[in-house]
């Protein structure tokens, strides 16, 4: 079975208004030189796709500045590789709405000229807030062998470690594994079978129902399309074991992100079967510690200069450390810089952002303070 | 389409590096490791691609292997090009016979095709075996501006290491008047740095006379250099002042590995809109651990630090397991250095594998204590000794 990919970089970005004020879902930085869509990116070339489109809605100057050609994926291709898919907007229809798409369901409708294209068998939908490394060849099989029109790749999420929110999808299957009920997250507590976003569905079943959803006004595509459906297609779950973070407002984020000082999420997520995270590479130079630096339980980017004291934080590419200064639980996005004798906890620094000599800023892990960016403190 | 190339770069990295001994047993010099997440033709190539020079040829002919993947297309310096780009020439069997190439100017005369093809007016002649940062688009203005047929970057030495390079003596407007090669008594500082820029016709000229002569040994140093200075061409030198570096001996690789190290390096990495531009594995970011010590070192993506490192590089994906220590070291790529292992003042080519409780090389303010020398893929046992300055192999 051959497959095509098929990314949505905007859906969700209310959830972290702070993150996602200039930029998509897609390009929010993650994990010290990643950015959130290169998860997807990468599930999807690690397992041979190299047709994928990225559909975007507003905001995806930065996510164009970080796909650049898609040479970092190995996606610049004569045939295939990347393509980016603005909203489709005409001079007529949507004039008279003054709106371009709200939902997932909706951009299908106006990416069907890219899924037209497609001759794959089978195309990968997926979002950018979910954080994982899943073999797609693997439920690509499962696919198959159960003649699946949708598989879609859940993952048990235990409440104890991380938040769910209303977005996310709770799904109930048969013994065999067919979807029988489906709904949106209620607050049940414990471990909860939610949906990762991330489904596999045959091409040919795609066109005839965003076909049947517009002859019929519908706009939800679990709601409309698959709820509605349970007993005349063949929807089926495939259940995902590995890392998964699903990342949902800051607190979440920062709860994500700081997962990753764990060895085991850490080799979980990044040295899973020889299926790497690939990014836009910076030609950073490597990290200097320099004499006195201190540096314990933390997650460094290269271009970091280290003179200060850094304790179970992430630091990005090109942050730098003062002297005398103390950074705990905090995330430094890309070249943030510290004055001399600086103390931050529980902080999360966007780009570029300057911390001046002596200042102190704390936050708490349920509310980490929130620095814009490029904004000079 | 036919498009002419001003100058093109012609890049000697066909050198065995015999001085580097284990390091160079299964790569060429330009292709080892350096700063960490570099190989020495890194720097060479960046400079070219950052001067506007768009066009190299690599010439290349021992252990080509590494270095051929790793040039590839030349993506990560920007020189996969529609038209120029990045070429690798390695010796080839031509209609008249094939040859190796016996000598860096037979190297060049060999692929004076690969110059016409471009109807290039300038070659600029570099070796891929040194560490440095350096704009030739001012070397090249200068060259055009004196009107000369060669001209030939040097560098000022101390006068007690001048007799290990090719010592250039010039005029008050730094024409030169006389070159020798490594001097018993020098009589000027100016060496020369192996980055010649000449004007294609007479190089093409003077190369075509030196392969007649079956008595020289093909050298740009030894022949091509001397003949033109004894014909009287205009030859001028062109002075250059920032960090230069040979680095074909294991005491200088290792001083210019260390050269990176410090709140103000002798040799930055990048800045001022230049940096090295390098190929390199999807590493994730390093982890330092709870109980780490890292004290002025480079670490770079793929590492994981859960002992004591100091003054040492280490290059990707280096793993430090609890309790090791790593002193006045360089580590290349993918080493693990096992609990409670101790390495000092040493140079770990890729892969080492140094089990727990092994001691390699010893303290290096200890008088007579060389650098111990570990090659590429060799594993160190349990408990095992390695004498400081010692040099072990394959």
Redesign the interface.
């Not at chain 2, 990176?260 to 709140?263: F, N, P, T, V």
């Not at chain 2, 940096?275 to 390098?278: E, G, Q």
């Not at chain 2, 999807?282 to 780490?292: L, S």
């Given at each position: 079975m051959t497959a095509a990919g098929l990314i949505f970089s905007n859906i969700h970005d209310a959830a972290i208004p702070e993150l996602t004020a200039r930029r998509t879902m897609a390009s929010i930085p993650f994990a010290g030189r990643y950015r959130l869509i290169d998860f997807a990116l990468s599930n999807m070339v690690n397992s041979g796709i190299t047709k994928i489109g990225v559909i975007t809605h507003y905001n995806y100057q930065s996510l164009l500045d970080h796909i650049g050609n898609g040479k970092d994926w190995d996606l610049a291709r004569r045939t295939g590789g990347i393509k980016l898919l603005p909203p489709f907007i005409t001079a007529y229809d949507n004039a008279v709405a003054r709106r371009v798409y709200q939902t997932r369901l909706e951009a299908l409708m106006g990416v069907m000229d890219f899924i037209n294209r497609c001759d794959e068998d089978v195309l990968v939908l997926s979002d950018c807030d979910v954080i994982c490394n899943v073999d797609l060849n693997a439920v690509l099989e499962q696919h198959e062998r159960s003649k699946a029109d949708v598989t879609l790749i859940t993952a048990s999420v235990d409440t104890a470690e991380q938040d769910i929110d209303a977005n996310a999808h709770v799904l109930r299957a048969d013994a065999e594994g067919r979807l029988t009920d489906l709904a949106e997250y209620a607050g049940e507590q414990g471990k909860v079978e939610i949906c990762s976003d991330i489904m596999l569905v045959r091409r040919t079943y795609l066109q005839h129902v965003v076909g049947e959803a517009v002859s019929r006004g519908y706009t939800s595509f679990y709601k409309d399309v698959l709820l509605r459906n349970l007993a005349r297609d063949r929807i089926f779950l495939y259940h995902y074991t590995g890392f998964f973070a699903r990342v949902n407002s800051l607190a979440s984020y920062f709860r994500c992100s700081m997962r990753l000082l764990d060895p085991p999420a850490r080799k979980e997520l990044f040295y899973h079967r020889n299926q790497p995270i690939y990014t836009k590479v910076r030609n950073s130079a490597p990290t200097r510690y320099l004499e006195g630096a201190s540096v314990k339980n933390s997650l460094i980017a290269d271009g970091c200069v280290i003179e200060g004291t850094v304790e179970n934080s992430i630091l990005f590419r090109g942050v730098r450390i003062g002297k005398g200064t103390v950074v705990r639980n905090s995330i430094l996005m890309q070249d943030t810089r510290t004055g001399d004798n600086v103390r931050l906890g529980c902080v999360i620094a966007d780009k570029d952002v300057t911390i001046e000599e002596g200042r102190e800023l704390c936050g708490h892990t349920t509310m980490p303070f929130y620095i814009g960016k490029g904004v000079r403190v | 389409m036919f498009r002419k190339k001003e100058c093109v770069a012609m890049l000697l990295a066909g050198g065995q590096g015999s001085r580097l001994y284990a390091l160079t047993e299964k790569t060429a010099k330009p292709a080892v490791t350096f700063?960490?997440?570099y190989r020495i033709i890194d720097f060479t190539l960046s400079n070219c691609v950052q001067s506007g020079v768009d066009t190299v040829g690599v010439l290349t002919q021992y252990q080509p292997l590494v270095l051929n993947e790793y040039i590839g297309t030349g993506?990560?310096w920007d020189l996969d090009r529609n038209y120029g780009g990045v070429t690798v020439l390695p010796p080839y069997q031509g209609k008249r016979g094939a040859d190796w190439y016996k000598g860096t100017a037979n190297a060049i005369y060999q692929n004076l095709q690969f110059i016409r093809r471009y109807d290039a007016d300038y070659v600029l002649v570099l070796s891929g075996d040194h560490i440095y940062r350096m704009d030739y688009a001012k070397m090249l203005d200068a060259h055009k501006a004196s009107g000369a047929d060669c001209t030939i970057a040097v560098i000022d030495v101390p006068i007690e290491e001048a007799s290990r390079f090719g010592i250039i003596t010039t005029d008050a407007e730094n024409k030169i008047l006389k070159f020798t090669e490594k001097p018993k008594n020098p009589d000027s500082t100016k060496a020369s740095m192996g980055i010649y820029i000449f004007s294609t016709q007479k190089l093409c000229a003077y190369l075509e006379e030196d392969a007649k002569d079956p008595a020289s040994s093909n050298d740009f140093g030894k022949n091509i250099i001397p003949a033109m200075l004894a014909a009287g061409e205009r030859m001028m030198a062109y002075p250059f002042s920032g960090y230069w570096k040979d680095v074909g001996t294991i005491d200088s690789l290792w001083e210019a590995n260390m050269d990176?190290?410090?709140?103000h390096?002798a040799l930055m990495?990048?800045g001022n809109g230049w940096?090295?531009?390098?190929r390199?594995?999807?590493?994730?970011?390093?982890?330092?651990?709870?109980?780490?010590?890292?004290?002025?070192?480079?670490?770079?993506?793929g590492c994981e630090i859960l002992g004591t490192v100091q003054n040492s590089?280490?290059g990707e994906n280096v793993r430090i397991l609890k309790g090791a220590v790593v002193k006045d070291c360089v580590l290349m790529g993918n080493c693990v250095i096992r609990e409670g292992a101790v390495v000092e003042y040493a140079i770990l080519d890729e892969d080492v594998e140094i089990c727990a409780n092994a001691r390699v090389g010893g303290p290096r303010d200890v008088k007579g204590n060389g650098i111990a020398v570990i090659g590429g893929g060799v594993r160190i046992d349990e408990g095992a000794c390695v004498a400081p300055g010692a040099m072990i192999s394959e």
């Open positions: - | 700063g960490g997440k993506l990560p990176i190290l410090g709140a390096p990495l990048s940096r090295v531009l390098s390199h594995d999807n590493a994730p970011p390093q982890f330092i651990g709870e109980e780490a010590v890292v004290e002025n070192s480079s670490v770079t993506e590089v280490l």
